[in-house]
């Protein structure tokens, strides 16, 4: 069994060095959100026009938008009033963000698990990423909870290569596989999308617990997310003493604070992680 976690490992490195891997490609609806995000001559109305051909797409960006953690004075009642409240860039990200959930199905029982969860956990790391950039950093939430949704992203062609080739791997060896080369790959897709160069290091960075950067940044911010959710558990990173990881200091965080024990904070990262679902 040993030889087919080589071969996987083998074959997706290969593919990625003589760019030949198949990537994902974003979802139709993402393209068109940042195009015009991009185009400087666009208004509210033609991004409204654009994501309100995705009826389901809608609705969640309404619903963020009616949420504690941007509800106003009154209600929003419509796609158009959401998309001014929240401005053309967090709409965007948010929606560019969202859109991506459709990539993450697969016909086989086993790796359509594999993705709901994959993707799940993103969402979650995404909206304590959003909190922590509103609290603790300049950096924006939008771009924030961006960086959280894509830092798996790599997972996607792995399970798809797995599935695509009707391999039979234990979920223990698929792990290793998957914590082994995904974050490259990730990268990978993240330049062939062309997303802004501070969130393409995200996958490759999120998890080295002891990188050294001048100021903070979106994979400081995955990173304390992540540390943040499996607080308590049993996962290995459970093992390390949090005070050697500078991510703490570069967020001005405490580590052996649980900011799960901060009320305000603790409802702020439940409301931010349940908005994405």
């Not at 709901?116 to 950096?139: D, I, P």
């Not at 924006?140 to 960086?147: E, F, H, I, S, V």
């Not at 703490?248 to 901060?262: C, I, K, Q």
Request: net charge negative.
């Amino acid at each position: 069994m040993s030889n087919i976690v080589e071969t996987i490992k083998t074959d997706l490195t290969d593919a990625i060095e003589n760019d030949k891997l198949v990537l994902p490609t974003l979802p139709e609806v993402a393209l068109q959100v940042r195009e015009i995000t991009e185009n400087e001559d666009s208004a509210i109305l033609d991004l409204v026009k654009v994501i309100s051909n995705d009826t389901a797409l809608s609705a969640r960006i309404i619903r963020v938008c009616n949420s504690p953690l941007f509800r106003g004075s009154r209600a929003i009642e419509n796609l158009n009033m959401a998309v001014s409240r929240l401005g053309m860039a967090y709409t965007s990200n948010l929606a560019m963000g969202l859109a991506m959930e459709q990539m993450f199905q697969a016909t086989s029982d086993m790796i359509d698990k594999r993705l709901r969860a994959t993707w799940q956990k993103s969402t979650e790391v995404a909206g304590v990423c959003h909190v922590l950039a509103q609290h603790y950093t300049t950096l924006k939430p939008d771009q924030a909870t961006l960086a959280g949704l894509v830092h798996l992203i790599g997972v996607l062609p792995i399970l798809r290569y797995v599935e695509d080739q009707d391999i039979q791997i234990s979920s223990i060896m698929l792990d290793n596989v998957i914590d082994e080369i995904h974050p490259r790959i990730g990268a990978t897709i993240l330049q062939k999308w062309d997303f802004p160069k501070e969130l393409q290091n995200v996958p490759l960075e999120y998890a080295n617990l002891h990188r050294e950067v001048p100021a903070a940044d979106y994979a400081d911010l995955v990173l304390i997310a992540n540390l943040q959710l499996i607080a308590g558990t049993d996962h290995p990173w459970t093992e390390v003493d949090w005070k050697t990881i500078s991510a703490f200091d570069r967020l001005g965080l405490d580590p052996e604070v649980d900011m799960n024990e901060e009320e305000d904070l603790n409802a702020q990262m439940e409301a931010a992680m349940a908005l994405l679902q």
